[in-house]
Structures are given as structure tokens and as C-alpha cells.
């Protein structure tokens, strides 16, 4: 079965600093990728989805951007993080029906 | 039309008591219903899916009830425990895309 890895687990960053998420999946091949962000006590909104190698899907406009350099990783990018971008980011990857979601990152912009 | 309207935003139960959340949808072509459970500072896991051929499928004290004529679909947690107490979402895909739309989640609090 699929394990998702996220690091890191929780981030401080200021106003304007860049950004770099990393998601690893393990015990699949070729998986549809999925970023999502939960702000607090709201539901899950998807960024960003992928389904291979250099393959990007955004879902809605705004200040981050995705890249997928290899099969099993995914990561999310922001070259000037906004108060807003604060949240709970989930990578997940899907197996037929399931979407499998890693353990998450809490970041949090100052 | 790809919205999942999801119901209550919040509910809090007693302990051995019925838990109830209603989802609602519009589009037809949706073929896969799961809920999705998620405690504090973790990430969603599927808790029960069902597909449209049947009405109700149980698993444990979980079940979900699925109504497709009136396009709405719920999840009934019997003799609901202090341990239930998460945040519950359904979620609904259609063939073969699979992408799943998301209801906006319920907070469920069983109190002891």
C-alpha cells in the first residue's frame, strides 16, 4: 500500500519569503498526485493536481505553483508568500477510488 | 452542478447517540459517494464509500444511506462515541475521471 511523505511537518515564514513543500510517495507507480490546502476549521480546497511527470493541473488562481520533477514527488512553490497562503497543506495521491492524503504541513506566514 | 452540499456545518451528540450528516448533490453523473474521516492535525482517511446500485452499505457502526432520486446521500454513526469526534466529509467522483468534489465538511463532537 501507499505511504505519502510530507515535509516539513509545520513551517513559521515571513511575509515575501519563498517557499518549498515536498510530498514522496512510496509502494506505487505513476500515481495521480493532488495539493490541497485547509484553512482553519474549513474544508479542503484543491491547488493543485497531477497526473505524471512535468503534468500540472491549477485549480484555482493564486500566488503558488506546482512542479512534479519525478514520478513519486511533488512539490509546492511560492516565491513570495502572502499573510493568506496560512493553512494546512495535504498532499494526496489517489488509488482507484481512494485518495490516500499524507500527514500534512502546517504553515503558518507572519 | 459539481457541487457537494454538504450539512450540518457542526454537530454535537451525546454519547450512544445517533450521528447524522446529509450531503446533497446536483450532477448525475456521479458514480462514487465515500465520506472521508479526519481528527485534529492530521490528514483525511476514507471511512465508507458506496456506489449508486445500492441504498445503504454498513460497515461497523458506520453506515451510509444513498437516495438517488433525491440526489442526497447521508452517514449514520450509531451509539456514537467520544472517539467519533472528528471532522467528517463527504465527497462524491464520477467515471473514470475519479476527481473528487468535496462537501465543506462537518465537525462532529461526541460529548461523554
Known amino acids: 500500500s501507499q505511504t505519502i511523505h510530507q515535509w516539513p511537518a509545520t513551517l513559521v515564514q515571513p511575509v515575501g519569503s519563498p517557499l518549498s513543500l515536498e510530498c514522496t510517495v512510496e509502494?506505487?507507480?505513476?500515481?495521480?498526485l493532488y495539493w490541497y490546502r485547509q484553512a482553519a476549521g474549513r474544508g479542503l480546497q484543491l491547488l493543485f493536481y497531477?497526473?505524471?511527470?512535468?503534468?500540472i493541473s491549477s485549480e484555482v488562481p493564486q500566488n503558488l505553483s506546482a512542479s512534479r520533477p519525478q514520478d513519486r514527488q511533488f512539490i509546492l512553490s511560492s516565491k513570495k508568500l502572502l499573510l493568506s497562503d496560512s493553512g494546512f497543506y495535504l498532499c494526496?495521491?489517489?488509488?482507484?477510488?481512494?485518495?490516500?492524503f499524507g500527514p500534512g504541513t502546517r504553515l503558518t506566514v507572519l | 452542478q459539481q457541487q457537494v452540499k454538504q450539512s450540518p456545518q457542526s454537530l454535537i451528540v451525546q454519547k450512544g447517540g445517533i450521528s447524522i450528516i446529509n450531503c446533497a448533490y446536483e450532477?448525475?453523473?456521479?458514480?462514487?459517494f465515500p465520506w472521508y474521516q479526519q481528527f485534529p492535525g492530521k490528514g483525511p482517511a476514507l471511512l465508507i464509500a458506496?456506489?449508486?446500485d445500492v441504498s445503504e452499505k454498513k460497515e461497523g457502526r458506520f453506515t451510509i444511506s444513498f437516495n438517488k432520486s433525491a440526489k442526497q446521500f447521508s452517514l449514520h454513526i450509531m451509539d456514537s462515541q467520544p472517539g467519533d469526534s472528528a471532522t467528517y466529509f463527504c465527497?462524491?467522483?464520477?467515471?473514470?475521471?475519479?476527481?473528487?468534489?468535496w462537501g465543506a465538511g462537518t465537525k462532529l463532537i461526541i460529548k461523554p
Open positions: 494526496a495521491c489517489r488509488s482507484y477510488n481512494e485518495q490516500f
Open positions: 509502494g506505487t507507480s505513476n500515481p495521480n
Open positions: 497531477s497526473v505524471g511527470i512535468g503534468q
Open positions: 450532477n448525475t453523473a456521479f458514480d462514487y
Open positions: 458506496i456506489r449508486p
Open positions: 465527497a462524491a467522483s464520477t467515471n473514470p475521471n475519479y476527481q473528487l468534489i
